[in-house]
């Protein structure tokens, strides 16, 4: 009993500073320990009660405590034990009662032994469970960590087949666009410059196989090095390209016009460089084609407004002459015209006036048709513009006797080109004069609509449009069934008036009731307010009466090629008092004149043989001797650019032929007083 409690507090003490005592040495006397109590068991109480279960036990707790080797070591160790105390029982060196039976053991026997027992077998689980545990901790841990390596395991199988599938998807979505694509994509490594990647549109544009190209170093597939080196040189400065266009090679040794895009990436740990090549060779043919018709009909409209100078000259030069000399009979103080000489020379006048509105409006037209109307935009009222145009159309009104009259309802200011709005006024309002009924009147104005419009009517009690004509109103050359009437007219004016506003930002429309009459608006959108302008009636101004001539001693030099204008001059001339011309029929012979005479005024024409009027014009203005003569164009060159071409040459003024002779006269008194 005491060396059971003895051996017990043993293995507790062992259990209990297990820390302190290396694990060898724990197992070892836990093992030895066990294997006194089997054999003080069996020297006790015998082989059979005490002793065997604890010798059979030492086997399999040195295997768990160390490992097989020691099971079986402890196992032989048993059987000898079993050996040796059978053979000193059987000598008599033992004296105990081996096979004493175990119910013939006293009471006080059996619960000493159990007692002992349950304190040994305490122990050993004891020490067992504290030999072990790090043990068994580790296998549990070991468990555990298996556990989980194993869903690891399997979350990575997972995550790889997720990822295998979704690289799959990802090059069967990267094949189908790259398939898809019109242009070359092609894939290159930076560092040797040989293709790794190209997809099947090599073919349709090169004419290369897919297969062909890879390996193969891609600059050699450009046409012009020079436009390889740049192209290789952005990459590296920018790392990307944009609409770099050069030309590069076929497989059949063609060439063809190439757009290319590119971007330098990092693929399997080396710089590429991923490029996009479009045929632009198509492209730039019709690009090429389009400039091409461009220039010929910048070439066309260029030779188009030739013609409509030349011809515009051609026609004025005669017209100059016819409508110049009709106003020299008609105004001739010395011999009057009896009544059908007045007659026929007004029948001239009307004639031609009418030839020469007629070129005018066909060379607006053409000109608004070409492209080639200038504007001048700025901002205008437009009542200021109705009395100027009043005052050219008011004798006409008067000799069929239709009332004028006009009403400014609106005082805010419009943006046109006043020269060409004035042009349109004058087309509306002469159009409602001639076109109305005698003894009618003229209504027009202006007023202010919704959405800041400002609208200009002109409203006249003529027969009025039917309603099946008016589509063809504005068509050119088209007066409604009038060509055969009395009614003068060219059929352009609306035309042209419509072009100009519309040109101008505005709108022109008109309203009419067959045997009530016809009313047209032009409308622009409104600017400004102007309050200082009230609203009120447009004052219509009188005729004005001719100036009377004064006179003066002063010489003209006329420089005209033309016989018939040069006669024209001088019968001008000859009716003013106090003036002499002296002429020139080139402009050489005419700057040695103004040279020598001096001249108190030059009128000169600007198509001249050999040196033009311009020419001329600088020559005059850089001599000594004649840069203070004052010099006025006379000139059937009457298009806009012509007349701003030859004030800016220096002309102190530039008329165009047909001149009237009023006109004429007046200009050169105000030239020779100032």
């Known amino acids: 009993m005491a060396a059971h409690i003895f051996f017990a507090i043993v293995l507790w003490c062992v259990t209990w500073f297990r820390h302190l005592i290396p694990y060898p040495v724990r197992a070892a006397t836990v093992i030895a320990f066990f294997y006194l109590i089997g054999v003080v068991g069996i020297a006790r109480f015998g082989l059979t009660a005490g002793g065997i279960p604890f010798l059979i036990i030492c086997a399999p707790l040195a295997t768990i405590l ?4 020691w ?5 032989l160790i048993v059987v000898l034990s079993f050996g040796t105390i059978g053979w000193l029982s059987v000598n008599g060196v033992i004296r105990s009662g081996i096979d004493i039976a175990a119910y013939g053991m006293s009471p006080s026997t059996w619960v000493t032994y159990l007692f002992s027992m349950l304190l040994a077998v305490g122990a050993l689980v004891a020490a067992v469970a504290s030999s072990n545990r790090s043990m068994y901790t580790a296998l549990i841990e070991e468990n555990k960590t298996g556990e989980q390596l194993n869903k690891l395991a399997k979350s990575l199988e997972i995550r790889i087949a997720e990822r295998t599938l979704e690289l799959e998807n990802s090059n069967r979505q990267f094949k189908t666009i790259t398939d898809a694509s019109p242009n070359i994509i092609a894939i290159t490594n930076m560092s040797d410059g040989r293709i790794t990647f190209a997809n099947p549109a090599v073919y349709d544009i090169a004419g290369y196989r897919e297969e062909e190209l890879i390996g193969k170093i891609a600059p050699d597939y450009f046409d012009n090095p020079e436009d390889q080196e740049k192209y ?32 330098i990436v990092e693929l399997d740990g080396e710089p590429h460089v991923v490029a996009e090549v479009a045929d632009i060779t198509g492209f730039n043919k019709a690009a090429k084609e389009l400039v091409d018709a461009r220039d010929e009909a910048e070439q ?4 188009k407004s030739e013609f409509l100078s030349s011809m515009s000259h051609e026609l004025r030069t005669p017209m100059n002459a016819i409508l110049g000399f009709a106003q020299m009979l008609e105004f001739n103080p010395k011999e009057s015209l009896t009544k059908e000489q007045k007659n026929c020379v007004d029948h001239i006048l009307k004639g031609g006036q009418h030839l020469l509105g007629l070129i005018d409006q066909v060379l607006d037209l053409a000109r608004i048709e070409s492209g080639k109307l200038q504007l001048t935009i700025e901002p205008v009222l437009p009542s200021d513009l109705f009395r100027e145009c009043l005052e050219m159309l008011r004798p006409a009104a008067d000799k069929r006797g239709i009332e004028l009259s006009g009403e400014k309802k609106s005082v805010q200011l419009i943006n046109t080109d006043p020269a060409r709005f004035k042009q349109v006024l004058i087309n509306l309002l002469s159009n409602a004069i001639k076109y109305n009924v005698d003894k009618g009147s003229v209504k027009f104005g202006c007023l202010d609509k919704e959405g800041d419009i400002v609208r200009i009517f002109i409203t006249d009690t003529g027969s009025g449009i039917a309603r099946e004509e008016q589509a063809g109103l504005f ?17 352009v004016g609306l035309t042209v008036s419509k072009q100009l506003v519309e040109a101008m930002g505005g709108h022109i429309g008109f309203e009419s009731e067959v045997g009530k009459g016809s009313t047209f608006w032009v409308d622009f ?16 101004p009188k ?7 004064k006179n003066f001693a002063a010489t003209v030099l006329y420089i005209e090629d033309n016989p018939a204008n040069l006669q024209l001059m001088e019968t001008i001339i000859d009716r003013m008092d106090g003036i002499s011309l002296i002429s020139a029929h080139n402009a050489e012979l005419g700057m040695s004149m103004a040279e020598e005479h001096q001249p108190g005024l030059i009128l000169m024409d600007i198509n001249l043989p050999g040196m033009d009027g311009i020419a001329a014009m600088k020559v005059l203005s850089q001599q000594e001797e004649t840069k203070d003569i004052p010099v006025i164009a006379l000139s059937a060159a009457a298009m806009k650019n012509d007349i701003e071409r030859g004030m800016a040459a220096g002309f102190k003024g530039y008329l165009s032929k047909p001149f009237k002779v009023q006109e004429i006269i007046e200009t050169i008194e105000k030239e020779l007083t100032t």
């Open 475 to 491: 068509e050119p050359f088209n007066r409604l069934g009038k060509e055969a009437s009395e009614i003068e007219g060219t059929g």
């Open 66 to 69: 160390f490992n097989w080797r």
């Open 543 to 549: 005729t004005d009466q001719q100036p009377k001539q």
């Open 300 to 303: 066309a409209n260029q030779a």
């Open 232 to 263: 290789t040189e952005q990459l590296r400065l920018h790392g990307s390209v944009s609409g770099f266009e050069t030309c590069l090679r076929k497989a059949d040794g063609s060439k063809f016009d190439a757009n290319i895009s590119g971007r």
């Open 71 to 75: 099971g079986i070591g402890l196992a």
């Open 525 to 540: 959108p409104a600017i400004k307010n102007t309050p200082a302008k009230q609203t009120g009636q447009i004052e219509i």
